[in-house]
Nanobody, 123 residues
Framework: QVQLVESGGGLVQPGDSLRLSCAASGGTFSTLAMGWFRQAPGKEREFVAT????????YYADSVTGRFTISKNNARNTGYLQMNSLNPADTAVYYCAARGYGTSYDSHEYPYWGQGTQVTVSS
């Protein structure tokens, strides 16, 4: 059973940066693709970014393309989401998720989830 724990959220001002981490345990991290999703108050959970098991194929939501970067370090069993040029619309609980091998935009295709970390962008 894969367990995921996110960290790195917080309160920042518009234009600031944050790096979220997702530490994995209980599985073979190097065979897992990862995804980041977010859920703002009163809204459905939405796709943010995904990366394949080898860490060489990535896809992003249009709203974060050019500002966010997803990565994974298989040696450290950790995934990351670097978020730059944050704006209030990025305020949400951010979740990391894992599945076998390939990327996916669809949250239903991820069997493993972290507990979420709050990101608040406000002046």
């Amino acid at each position: 059973q894969v367990q995921l724990v996110e960290s790195g959220g917080g309160l920042v001002q518009p234009g600031d940066s944050l790096r979220l981490s997702c530490a994995a345990s209980g599985g073979t991290f190097s065979t897992l693709a990862m995804g980041w999703f977010r859920q703002a108050p009163g809204k459905e959970r939405e796709f943010v970014a995904t990366i394949n098991w080898r860490g060489v194929i990535t896809y992003y939501a249009d709203s974060v393309t050019g500002r966010f970067t997803i990565s994974k370090n298989n040696a450290r069993n950790t995934g990351y989401l670097q978020m730059n040029s944050l704006n209030p619309a990025d305020t949400a609980v951010y979740y990391c998720a894992a599945r076998g091998y390939g990327t996916s935009y669809d949250s239903h295709e991820y069997p493993y989830w972290g507990q979420g970390t709050q990101v608040t962008v406000s002046s």
